[in-house]
């Protein structure tokens, strides 16, 4: 079995799962059974500032999105910050650092944006011997409204001040919660960097009204006839935040610092994925809010025999390995040529290939009278539609021609060399070769 | 066609070959990957699953079934394994529709439960495919434990205590090992010699030795096992079929019907199985639907299972009994048999029906025959040749829950054992469970 102690900002944990800063770390009770059922860090729901809590609303605080068979695909809520006073909170994260010594524990804080609050705050968090803080500059409802959660996170200037100030009054790492409500995100990303941060996570919930209840006139979740955008999650966010890390794995300028990566993981697979692409450790929030806590198991059991199938005995092994093969368009490989190939003997005969590639594609699938469906390869331009929309995984693949193959469409054979869009003869501005 | 199918009397061949081949292939066929993932897509991983609790094995279900869903069939098979070292069997001899299944969420719901039992064999048979079973031993504790029985109660038994580190030598009265795996399930339900290939698996952790050809009260005693083992688990299953107690009872054509179970696992060419045109079966349990199923299957014209009572007192479960429906098997309810027809061999079987009276079940003065060539019976069977030191408690072995006989140092499990149904799962459970304390009892902790 392979090992997946992970070692994040010289945080030890158990393994690369951690429970993101939300409901199901709210609690004393909630985070002892977490590490319980085997995750290996938390980081505890936002702390405010000391003094009267913020209040929630008592109407639906979530609202969702269902795949086929009500599978729950994207979740949004209008949550904010704990809720219970900060000493109960601090209480609580001081006996269950003691008693989980080898478990991380993170305090998420957001306070507002000016220094005498953080200064204030800070070494009563530092008292709970928590292994670090995370600054929650990401949720983008309610609390923004405030100034504070997005409203800074969207302002690179605000970043890095509020980094430079808990860098001064706390000594342990500081992990800046990104918010993707933003343009950019490498901007944010340099921000935190400049300020010191020794890590950034991300990504925070996205801007969303989930759906609309067309009797009342108003979005969901409703509260007495309207409703507010919320913060959206789960695996439906998964690409856009993958994105995200990448983009920032492979700037220049913020290449090398530590990510926290999350948005949607729910399976070891997910968590692989954000790790290839830089992230040193994963936080999960829907996939426990949906499955529970026990769905941690199976993230384990998973990572743990993918390391061993792939020879790696620690996670640092494979952290950040497909962040060098992240590119941008115009270093894509123009000479690689591919074309659809329909597995006959797994092809359930559905159509849907045919359907995808005569009505929006390049009419490049055949149908024949008794349903057997094939590719045609003059008009085939390896789109990859087929293969997304074919409902039977691995049934239509894409084939790679070798070089000197003729290709069918193009009339040309297949180019050994590797040639891009900055030499392309149809670019205006390409560079001669080398 | 074979031109032997009307013949009279008990013969072989009355089907083709590509018929038989048909007639006995799998009976639940192995999911490929596709339908794996279809399947397992259905989970709703429901927590404090009731089909987990219905797993005598206690197997996690809900978790294992994510594993396949996540493209991770061996750790799912692990998961299983490490609760039930026969899932692979289990996975296609359980009566999942009166256990798991029964209860899945979805069954409630919408009468389409997930379909574990598949999906646990999708699991296992990916595993066993590509690796030795994947348990280690610990350090060895130099203990020596005696189980009699290679059957599931014994293997289970023997597994678990090898993992522990004590070394193992089971004692099998049969040639072959596996027990009822190997003697007692209708071939349909386990195809390609899997029951073997399964205890060689098994048998790769190493530290199990088995002796066949060693059976209790002859060629080994309590006494010597335990004066030459640190503790004994006997799991010999039960031996003694019951009879009828009907004159004629000794005639050709009758005989039990474990005994035509048995003979068609180890029967190389089914089309040399003898079979008769018109075959009765008498009992209520999955032993007569094996065997009358089975009997169809092989080209009998004529089956019909005849049991005492109502249908609702059937042990074996409404998916055995539609499965011999629909393989053309007749089953009459309330009919008890009362005399056996021929003079020197079979012809028919007297029946008189039966009715609840004060709460006994007594046979009325009416009844009906039935012509019949063959004739097997299916009506239990019993515990033999119990070392007389024990404890026997209806007609078991008494145990606790732990396994432990009234003897101590001697534990039980499996059919010869008190408690439980007599299910290869529960076996299993019960074999795992004693050797758990055992384990405990020889290394100081219980």
Redesign the interface.
């Known amino acids: 079995m392979a090992d997946l102690t992970t070692d994040f900002l010289g945080i030890k944990s158990p393994n690369p799962f951690w429970l993101a800063s939300a409901p199901p770390t709210d609690k004393e009770y909630n985070v002892r059974r977490a590490f319980e059922a085997g995750w290996g860090g938390v980081v505890w729901k936002t702390l405010g500032a000391e003094g009267p809590p913020v209040v929630n609303v008592n109407g639906p605080r979530y609202g969702a999105i269902h795949g086929a ?1 009500r ?1 729950l695909l994207g979740l949004n809520n209008i949550e904010l910050i704990t809720d219970r006073p900060l000493e109960v909170n601090l209480e609580e994260m001081t006996r269950v650092k003691k008693d989980y010594p080898d478990h991380a524990l993170i305090a998420s804080i957001m306070v507002p944006c000016d220094e005498a609050s953080w200064k204030a705050i800070l070494p009563r968090v530092a008292e709970t011997g928590c292994d670090g803080i995370e600054l929650n500059f990401g949720c983008p409802h309610g609390m923004a409204e405030r100034g504070m959660g997005s409203a800074v996170g969207q302002v690179p200037e605000y970043i890095q001040m509020v980094t430079e100030w808990c860098k001064k009054y706390y000594d342990k790492p500081v992990i800046v919660k990104l918010t993707p409500n933003i343009t950019d995100i490498r901007n944010p990303a340099r921000a935190a960097k400049a300020g010191g941060a020794d890590a950034v996570s991300l990504i925070n919930t996205i801007n969303s009204i989930t759906s609309v209840n067309l009797d009342r006139m108003a979005p969901e979740p409703m509260i007495d006839g309207k409703g507010t955008h919320g913060g959206y999650c789960g695996p439906a966010v998964k690409p856009i935040a993958m994105n995200m890390v990448a983009e920032i794995a492979r700037d220049p300028q913020t290449h090398g610092l530590p990510i926290s990566g999350i948005g949607g993981i729910t ?3 997910d968590a692989a994925e954000f790790m290839a692409l830089g992230a040193g450790n994963v936080q999960v929030c829907t996939a426990a809010m949906t ?2 806590f ?2 941690v ?2 993230m384990i ?2 990572l ?3 390391m061993d199938e792939q020879g790696y005995t620690s996670t640092a092994d494979f952290i950040g390995m497909a962040v060098p093969n992240v590119t941008d368009w115009q270093y894509l490989n123009l000479n690689h040529v591919t074309k659809a190939r329909i597995d006959q003997d ?1 092809c359930i005969k559905c159509g849907r290939c045919y359907a995808a590639c005569e009505d929006t594609s390049h009419q490049a699938i055949s149908m024949s009278e008794d349903r057997v469906f094939d590719v045609k390869d003059d008009e085939c331009v390896a789109c990859n539609l087929c293969v997304n929309v074919c409902p ?3 049934c239509i693949t894409m084939e790679t021609l070798a070089p000197g193959a003729m290709d069918e469409r193009t009339g040309q054979p297949v180019s050994e060399d590797y040639g891009n869009w900055t030499t392309h003869p149809n670019n205006p501005s390409a560079t001669a070769a080398e | 066609m074979s031109s032997k199918q009307f013949e009279e009397g008990i013969v072989a061949g009355r089907l083709d070959a590509s018929a038989l081949d048909a007639n006995f292939s799998d009976l639940h066929p192995a999911y490929d990957e596709h339908e794996a993932l279809v399947a397992a897509d259905r989970c709703y991983f429901c927590h404090d699953a009731p089909c987990q609790t219905a797993c005598p094995t206690s197997i996690d279900i809900p978790l294992f079934i994510r594993q396949i869903a996540t493209g991770t069939p061996e750790a799912a098979a692990r998961t299983i394994l490490e609760q039930n070292i026969l899932g692979g069997m289990c996975a296609r001899v359980c009566p999942t529709e009166t256990l798991c299944e029964e209860v899945c969420v979805r069954e409630v719901a919408e009468g389409k439960p997930v379909e574990i039992g598949r999906l646990q064999r999708f699991a296992t048979d990916t595993l066993m495919a590509k690796a030795a079973q994947p348990f280690d031993r610990a350090d060895a504790t130099g203990k020596k434990v005696a189980v009699v029985g290679a059957g599931p109660a014994g293997l289970a038994c023997a597994h678990r205590l090898a993992m522990h580190g004590h070394d193992v030598v089971i004692f099998e009265a049969r040639s072959k090992s596996g027990g009822l795996n190997e003697f007692g399930i209708a071939a349909y339900k386990s195809t390609n010699d899997f029951a073997q290939a399964e205890v060689d698996w098994l048998l790769g952790i190493g530290g199990i030795e088995i002796r066949n050809g060693m059976a209790l009260g002859d060629q080994i005693t309590l006494d010597s096992l335990q004066s030459d083992f640190d503790a004994v688990f006997l799991g010999m299953g039960l031996g003694a079929v019951n009879a009828l107690r009907l004159e004629g009872e000794d005639k050709e054509g009758v005989s039990p019907a474990t005994d035509f179970i048995s003979d068609l696992r180890q029967v190389s060419d089914l089309g040399s199985q003898p079979i008769g045109r018109d075959v009765v079966v008498i009992g209520g349990g999955m032993t007569a639907i094996d065997a009358g199923a089975q009997a169809r299957l092989l080209g009998a014209q004529n089956v019909t299972i005849v049991y005492r009572r109502g249908q609702e007192a059937m042990a074996a479960s409404e998916f055995e009994q539609d499965l011999a429906a629909q393989k053309g098997v007749r089953i009459i309810h309330n009919a008890a048999p009362i005399g056996i027809e021929g003079n020197g061999s079979l012809t028919g079987v007297r029946f008189a029906y039966t009715e609840t009276k004060d709460g006994k079940l007594v046979t009325r003065d009416d009844g009906f025959s039935l012509p019949a060539d063959q004739l097997f019976t299916a009506i239990g069977q019993s515990l033999t040749g119990a070392p007389e030191a024990l404890t026997i408690e209806g007609g078991k072995i008494q145990v606790t829950e732990a396994g432990a006989t009234s003897v101590a140092g001697v534990w039980a499990g499996g059919d010869c054992a008190s408690g439980g149904d007599d299910l290869t799962v529960t076996a299993v459970a019960e074999g795992r469970d004693a050797a758990e304390n055992i384990h405990a009892t020889l290394m100081g902790d219980a």
């Open positions: 068979d599978r399976t070891w697979r499955y529970g026990k769905v198991q199976e059991s998973g743990s025999q993918w797994a039977v995984e691995g």
